[in-house]
């Protein structure tokens, strides 16, 4: 995904129609980087694909056009999204901690 970036950047400057697909690219960048980090077991790499996804919701939330409720409830799927993904996480980092416990127990 990174190789294409320059030669979708030079399109989307010339096209100004296509902020769709700009916005899908970042949000399956975003997807993609923490899958790679969760399979990985790298923390700071999930994070960091966690944080480009909200910086993409935060710039489309105040772009749309919707009503205050819609907003809202877009704002509380969006907050429960990242909710479940810390609960996981932790429940991933908590088998691991688990884990080294017992091989250091073990020796």
Do not use: H
Request: with cysteine; hydrophobic share 60%.
């Amino acid at each position: 995904m990174i190789i294409f970036a320059p030669l979708l950047m030079v399109a989307l400057m010339t096209l100004d129609f296509l902020t769709l697909i700009m916005n899908a690219y970042v949000f399956f960048l975003a997807i993609t980087v923490m899958v790679s980090g969760s399979e990985q077991g790298r923390f700071l790499k999930m994070l960091c694909g966690l944080l480009v996804l909200a910086l993409l919701v935060i710039v489309r939330y105040f772009d749309v056009d919707m009503g205050f409720i819609w907003k809202g409830l877009l704002f509380m799927s969006f907050g429960a999204v990242f909710f479940l993904i810390n609960m996981f996480v932790k429940e991933k980092v908590d088998q691991v901690q688990r884990n080294q416990k017992r091989t250091i127990d073990g020796k």
